[in-house]
């Protein structure tokens, strides 16, 4: 099973909100981060033929999604990044929609939805309307209506936005249950959400990727490695001339700063573990930020 | 699917108010035709609401029977009679209590009353006090002045053609005489107060139905019913249906519910006298139809008006994506041509705005006048017309709706 997406490109306007994007996606977890506006939606919602590109092909097992139509979507769980639903329903009732709406015959419907709600933590709150849920309940919610006919591509548009620790701690470890046999993007700006679990990366940027492939892949590509320095307050300022700096900590009269650049930008710079936020940062630094390796 | 559409429908509190607010109309009016309904005792005082409805109908169903020239004969006989035992009373007195006696008199033959007037005025202004200046003899030109009277009007009218003035000559002469007479009290109020109802209700219904589609828009959930399998093409088609079951279904009950309480109340009689009986279809109605056939005529022209703004709406709420705009739209297409109808002169924009589909909902005011019209030689009523096309018109829509939906995606 693949889903092939072949030059793709989405225009508004004067904005290329998709530039030129070709994905061949398998069977496992892939993360798609960017930081906002840099396209990851657009390209989601053509995934889920809700917008027609402007250019290019999306193909499930060599055949046209749009050709495809209800076939596709049959196969198809899509969570969006703003999670509708109907206030005065409760859990129960929406699923339940949403179920004939997925041409989910009804004993099936209600066993599924058993076991989802069961699985999302909201089964004692059947009975009661979403508009009197947490953010989290309803982004529960939204994961189980998204897993309600086991699609074969499940797509899930920021799934962990407003889910404290412990539910993305459990929603990270549904979904690696899930990957085996399914095609599942994250699409994210949430590093963390998918370091642990995705498979694939894919990076993207003002509508194009800029690299994709494993963690260790990604950490190898990027020209510059993660230096700790321990220094005193006045010679700090400086070390921003150098490189990116990721993080920083005060303490008393010195500061520990840690610093992306190519060369250890200091004789007392300790090598630190690159991490995919470490990619991230990097690929989203300012044009203006001054920089060694530019 | 369905089911589900119509909980999302009634889950909101919105939909629910609006259904209470379309029984309370619904018992208002009932109970307001009701208690409007006075008996005068022959003391002068006065009886309302079931009391004064059993004594009328006591009285009324007293002057049942074929209302033969010899009927009209004695009709008018006792009126005379009356005011002759009253020789102080005069139309329009100030004295009451003695108006009041006069008529509890009277208000047995006040619906045979009202056709001698209409009769003897031939087509002329109507006088309520036209028959106390009849005499008995006079009751052989009952029938005839109808003819008479049709004759006076079409000569002086140059608006109709030959052709719709032979056709109404016809009616006339077809409409069988003598008429068959039986208190009809509860279809007189089912045909001056349906047309209201009517109008209520689709507004009600359109108002229900304004964010059967926009809802989705407006909840976000949309995106999420696009990417299904069926959201597009089930999917629509069960908002559809609801819609529709919801259109028919309210306005039958609402009818239905409204027609057994005022017959219930009033009684069932007079279903078969001939429309021209009824003071709110009126004497010169070109319509051989009965009491029963008008109100049927009325209420299936209604329910076509009721599908056709149902239409409108849902086909609007999904293209605006916006309840506002939607409820707007129907509200306006409602009220606004009939308002209209007062400030256009006679032209052929005033023949269009009589056709619009807000005429669906007041079909009496066609069963009442010569509206018939003439198209290529034939005569037909508008109400066919507007029946066949409008009914015709909201499939299409409908149809329209289907296709865009079936074919949507984000912009």
Not at chain 1, 239 to 248: C, P, R, V, Y
Not at chain 2, 69 to 94: H, R
Not at chain 2, 305 to 321: D, Q, V
């Amino acid at each position: 099973m693949e889903l092939n997406l072949l030059d793709l490109t989405k225009e508004f306007s004067d904005i290329k909100a998709v530039d030129h994007i070709s994905i061949n996606l398998r069977p496992g977890i892939i993360g798609l981060l960017g930081e906002n506006g840099a396209g990851k939606t657009t390209l989601i919602r053509m995934m889920t033929s809700l917008m027609k590109p402007s250019t290019g092909k999306i193909l499930f097992n060599d055949q046209d999604i749009y050709k495809l139509n209800e076939e596709y979507r049959n196969v198809l769980g899509y969570l969006p990044q703003d999670f509708g639903y109907y206030p005065d329903l409760n859990p129960l009732d929406y699923l339940g929609y949403i179920a004939s709406i997925k041409a989910i015959q009804p004993s099936v419907a209600k066993r599924r939805i058993k076991d989802l709600l069961q699985a999302v933590s909201l089964w004692e709150v059947r009975k009661k309307k979403i508009k009197k849920f947490s953010g989290g309940m309803i982004q529960r919610l939204g994961i189980a209506q998204a897993l309600l006919n086991d699609p074969k591509i499940l797509i899930l548009d920021e799934p962990t936005s407003g889910l404290d620790p412990e539910e993305r701690y459990r929603f990270r470890q549904l979904l690696s249950s899930l990957a085996s046999d399914k095609i599942i993007l994250l699409s994210t700006h949430i590093v963390s959400d998918v370091e642990h679990i995705a498979d694939q990366i894919i990076l993207m940027h003002k509508g194009k990727i800029l690299d994709s492939g494993s963690v260790d892949e990604l950490i190898q590509n990027i020209p510059v490695r993660a230096w700790k320095i321990k220094t005193d307050l006045t010679k700090a300022s400086s070390f921003k001339l150098n490189g990116l700096i990721t993080s920083s900590n005060k303490t008393g009269d010195n500061e520990v700063i840690r610093i992306l650049c190519k060369d250890a930008p200091d004789s007392e710079a300790v090598p630190d573990e690159c991490t995919l936020e470490d990619v991230f940062l990097f690929y989203n630094r300012k044009k203006s930020e001054p920089y060694v390796i530019l | 699917m369905l089911f589900y559409e119509l909980k999302k429908l009634f889950s909101r509190t919105g939909s629910k108010l609006l259904l209470l607010l379309l029984g309370s109309i619904l018992i208002f009016t009932a109970i307001y035709n009701i208690q409007s309904t006075h008996y005068v005792q022959p003391d002068g005082t006065s009886l309302s609401g079931i009391s004064a409805i059993r004594e009328l109908k006591k009285a009324k169903s007293q002057w049942n029977g074929i209302l033969t020239e010899e009927q009209i004969k004695n009709v008018l006989q006792t009126n005379q009679d009356i005011l002759a035992s009253n020789p102080e009373y005069y139309p329009g007195t100030t004295d009451i209590n003695l108006a009041n006696k006069v008529y509890s008199q009277e208000q047995g033959y006040d619906d045979i009353r009202d056709m001698i007037n209409q009769s003897y005025r031939l087509f002329g202004q109507f006088d309520y006090y036209l028959i106390d200046r009849l005499s008995p003899n006079q009751s052989s030109s009952f029938y005839k002045n109808r003819i008479e009277g049709l004759e006076n009007f079409l000569g002086s009218n140059k608006e109709l053609t030959d052709n719709q003035k032979e056709y109404y000559r016809k009616q006339y002469q077809e409409n069988q005489t003598p008429w068959q007479y039986t208190y009809q009290e509860g279809w007189e109020i089912l045909t001056n107060s349906l047309p209201i109802l009517q109008v209520l209700s689709v507004i009600i219904i359109s108002l229900l139905l304004a964010s059967l589609f926009s809802y989705e828009d407006k909840t976000r959930v949309k995106t999420i019913l696009l990417s299904t399998c069926q959201g597009r093409s089930k999917g629509t088609l069960s908002k559809i249906s609801a819609g529709l079951l919801l259109t028919v279904g309210i306005y039958t009950i609402v009818m239905s519910t409204y027609i057994l309480i005022i017959l219930g109340g009033f009684g069932f009689d007079g279903a078969f006298n001939p429309a021209q009986t009824n003071f709110f279809i009126g004497w010169e109605s070109p319509w051989n139809i009965s009491n029963i056939q008008a109100i049927g005529i009325m209420l299936i022209s209604g329910l076509i008006g009721a599908l056709i703004f149902s239409s409108i709406t849902m086909f609007i709420s999904y293209k605006s994506k916006s309840t506002v705009i939607a409820s707007t739209v129907a509200f306006l297409l409602i009220l606004i041509p009939d308002w209209l109808t007062n400030y256009i002169p006679n032209s052929s924009l005033l023949t269009l705005v009589k056709i619009l589909p807000d005429q669906l909902l007041n079909s009496r005011a066609q069963l009442s006048g010569f509206t018939f019209l003439d198209i290529q030689g034939i005569i037909i009523s508008p109400l066919v017309i507007m029946t066949i096309s409008y009914f015709t018109l909201s499939i299409l829509i409908l149809i329209l709706l289907y296709r865009f939906a079936r074919r949507e995606s984000l912009k």
